[in-house]
């Protein structure tokens, strides 16, 4: 069996979660602020080192360079990119210094449900960046200018009334945010296919029962080679790979954010056993569980 610590050793500290908290005198549910207000209010330290937030983070990103992480992968952001990492993932930021730009949070519920839909505010497997251009560029540019702009204007209207357009105003940059005109989904086409939409649903609620691409192909009606056909032209991989690789995430961030033994991820994931899981681990990453949670605690992952 893989031992996470040795016994008797401190414990590891979590990666913390940080849940939404609104300004004083703010309406709850969304904050809007710049780069420079973040790193004037924030501990630097803090913002570097992993952290798994309950909110999302929409980051327009006016100058400089940045480089930020999600779900342990790296991104580097360009003037114009903009990000959105979800509730849930693990982030952190990269340097600070230089970059300028603006900054929306907000919960999950805080947008009405069509508006969510819509956007697919919780298809955790869009992109964390995209590069608008042109005419699509210059309307998130709008979007963003003027969500900031309500957002300092708390007075003018009533409270419950400047909530409303602080929620109709989120909801056109979500939109455009998730919608770039100039950007195309994987296939090629604008919308994924139903087998690959019903087979990422289906992967996300059961990843941790079966990572058979027959047993899903079985579940919704499809053959397998439908499935893999679907999941490559949408997503770039094969069925087989898409579920491997959420399992892959999934222990990423059990092991990042606890202290559970590989016995335990093992269980949760559906493993016989911490070996099982610990092999399938290193052989698609390329690294044992306990050195990437090494990596990751050090800030190297």
Known sequence: MVRMRQEGAEPVPEIPEVAFSAPAG?????????????????????????????FHHLLLLDGGRLVHSVDFQDH????????????????HFGDLTGAEG?????????????????????????????????????GVDAAMRQLHGEFGALGGLPLEIHLEVLRHLLAVLVLRAAHPGGERDGDGSCTASPAYLRFRDAVERDFTRSRRVADYARALGYAPRTLSRATESFAGVGAKEFIDRRV?????????????????????????????????????????PIAFRTAVRSGAG
């Open 76 to 91: 580097v952001l360009a003037p114009g990119d903009l990000l959105w990492s979800r509730p849930g993932q693990v982030q």
């Open 248 to 288: 892959v995430l999934e222990a990423k961030r059990l092991l990042a954010h606890g202290d559970r033994s590989a016995a335990r991820i093992a269980d949760r994931l559906g493993f016989a056993d911490a070996t099982n899981f610990s092999k399938f681990f290193q052989r698609q990453t390329g690294t044992t």
């Open 102 to 138: 603006r900054l929306v949070l907000f919960e999950a519920g805080f947008l009405d449900p069509a508006t969510a839909a819509a956007a697919r505010v919780e298809d955790w497997y869009g992109p964390p960046v995209r590069h608008p251009q042109g005419a699509a560029a210059r």
């Open 26 to 54: 703010r309406p709850t549910g969304v904050e809007v602020l710049t780069l420079a207000e973040l790193r004037a209010r924030a501990d630097a330290c803090r913002l570097s080192a992993p952290h798994r937030p309950g």
